[in-house]
């Protein structure tokens, strides 16, 4: 007779892709479950926090359902991190774990569902007679919200037996925000007449309108009113046509496209939360500027918003292009006027007759990324890590869509996320080359699953570390203001050492010439060739274009 564990595993597998996971006592049933039914994939992960992660990069790079598991106890308070970014993010994904038994909690337990609670993820636990509707809620709960959503299982019944297995039904979803009524109606035609009149319009998208699925909409409407286009850090590659993009907003923003952006007089922005950093701490647009937000949040998301429409942003673009259809609309013509090849350049520092070196010798990190950007194959998935070299992948390393651009950590300001969501990356886009940028500070937090990376990816997985010896951010910040530097360095790691050890190639990049490794690399066949880490020591007097800018804000 099929056991609760069964019943978990069987409803779970007909609505995800794929499960990422660290087996422990807590969860081992389940997994039995899971393995013997043979339904779905499971890829074992080091850390806990690492299966997380991985789920989270697997949804933001494939649009799927993400799956992760844990045991309980300490292995479920190792995925917390993990868990508390994926509820910023607001990530659809299933934590499955161990629980106390019924009997009450073990001397060592914690209590696990206020611990999820507090990071704002709802638990689910299951029974012994409602084992798969129970699944089912929680399924139904993470795709209506977009949250990560709890589901436990007491240790205890685990293995008790829960009669034959009922079908899974598919999940009732919420249908897509539609602005409704005569206020909305008013508000649509408001921001038509707004775009139709301007003469220098702009076109903003983030994360949100690509979930949508409003990129050919945009490119519709972007096209109908001659508008430029820029995006958010996450919404790189949302519009179809790249030729009057202005590329990201804000501090990874080139300096004359920015520029260009304050002068627009109306502004229309499709699913982005217009956070400090994309706005450039409140710099983006210049005051006077008409700024409309389309988003499914209950308000507008920034002081500088002058009109709010809440809505699906696929639906409310559509909506705009009907109405300037339907009018007399012409292109604003100033996309057309202006050199955007230009405005879109960035500063590729020391890259001429230094061979790439800074001032102090060690590599300068612009001329490292942009020769790095020439080199790597252009069907690839970018993984980004938190630190200070964050905006080198974004500046010098474009991606064909928002897909593509996988940044695990940044809405929980976190760092050390990198080698575990490059596997879920991986799974997700088995096709294509997987990039992760990270740093030493970082690098050295995610170690555990620096294997899982090496492992999952395979040929098809590059890993560049940043390495300059430092907490680069906080040296660049809190150094400056004469706070003592020392806890804010690290030794020198050799991670191509570390990276050898788990059957990776690597090498040391000292100067541009040694990136000749990578160009080797990229040359060969992903199935005759292992991971690539390249260890970039850097020079740390080198600041990034967005630090300048959260220095100034703090100064």
């Known amino acids: 007779m099929p056991s609760v564990s069964a019943h978990v595993a069987a409803t779970l597998a007909a609505h995800v892709q794929h499960v990422f996971g660290v087996m422990g006592n807590g ?10 039914q043979g339904a779905v994939p499971y890829t074992a992960m080091r850390h806990e926090g690492g299966a997380v992660v991985a789920a989270d990069a697997f949804h933001r790079a494939s649009g799927e359902l993400a799956a992760a598991t844990a045991t309980y106890g300490a292995g479920f308070t190792n995925t917390l991190t993990g868990l508390a970014e994926a509820v910023q993010a607001r990530i659809p994904l299933i934590l499955l774990v161990g629980d106390e038994p019924t009997s009450g909690p073990r001397p060592w337990g914690v209590d696990q569902i206020a611990l999820a609670s507090a990071v704002g993820a709802r638990t689910y636990t ?3 007679a409602d084992a798969a509707a129970t699944t089912m809620i929680a ?9 990560p959503t709890v589901l436990a299982i007491p240790y ?3 293995t008790r037996e829960a009669g034959p297995i009922p079908v899974a039904p598919q999940p009732v979803l919420p249908a897509p925000l539609a602005p409704v009524g005569p206020f909305a109606a008013s508000a649509v035609s408001a921001a038509a007449e707004a775009l139709a009149a301007a003469e220098r319009p702009l076109l903003l998208a983030g994360r949100g309108a690509w979930i949508a699925g409003a990129s050919s909409a945009l490119g519709t409407l972007a096209e109908a009113t001659g508008a430029l ?3 958010s850090a996450l919404g790189r590659g949302v519009f179809p046509d790249d030729r009057y993009d202005l590329g990201v907003t804000g501090g990874f923003g080139a300096e004359g496209a920015m520029e260009l952006i304050r002068e627009a007089d109306t502004v229309v922005v499709f699913g ?9 701490f409140g710099e983006l647009f210049a005051p006077g500027t008409r700024v409309v937000q389309v988003d499914v949040a209950s308000s507008a998301t920034h002081p500088h918003v002058g009109t709010y429409l809440r809505g699906d942003a696929h639906i409310v673009a559509e909506a705009l292009v009907a109405e300037l259809e339907a009018g007399a609309t012409r292109s604003s013509g100033w996309r057309e006027s202006v050199d955007l090849a230009g405005r879109r350049a960035y500063d590729t520092g020391a890259s001429g007759a230094s061979g790439g070196l800074a001032e102090d010798g060690l590599l300068d990190p612009r001329a490292a990324a942009a020769r790095i950007g020439e080199l790597l194959p252009k069907d690839r998935v970018v993984v980004s890590d938190g630190g200070h070299f964050i905006g080198w992948a974004n500046m010098y390393w474009p991606v064909a869509s928002p897909d593509r651009m996988i940044m695990v950590g ?3 300001q976190s760092i050390g996320l990198g080698f575990p969501s490059v596997a879920g990356a991986a799974v997700a886009h088995p096709e294509s080359t997987v990039v992760l940028t990270t740093g030493d500070g970082g690098g050295l937090m995610a170690l555990a699953d620096l294997e899982s990376a090496v492992r999952v990816a395979g040929g098809r997985g590059l890993a560049v570390v940043w390495n300059d010896a430092a907490y680069g951010a906080e040296v660049h910040l809190y150094g400056r203001k004469g706070l003592a530097e020392a806890p804010m360095l690290i030794p ?8 050898r050890a788990v059957g990776a190639e690597a090498a040391i990049v000292r100067t541009l010439d040694d990136l000749a490794v990578l160009a080797d690399w990229v040359s060969r066949p992903a199935g005759e060739r292992p991971f690539l880490l390249l260890d970039l020591r850097i020079s740390p007097t080198v600041v990034a274009p967005y630090q300048h800018e959260i220095i100034r804000v703090n100064s």
Do not use: C, K, P, W
């Open 27 to 36: 969860n081992a049933y389940v997994l039995d479950a899971l393995e013997r």
């Open 410 to 412: 940044t809405a929980y």
């Open 156 to 158: 205890d019944i685990a």
């Open 139 to 147: 399924v139904e709960h993470a795709l209506t919200y977009r949250v």
């Open 272 to 280: 982005a939360s217009l956070n400090q950093f994309t706005m450039r």
């Open 229 to 231: 286009t820029a995006t």
């Open 126 to 128: 299951v029974g012994r």
């Open 492 to 499: 020198t790691v050799d991670f191509a050492g570390l990276a």
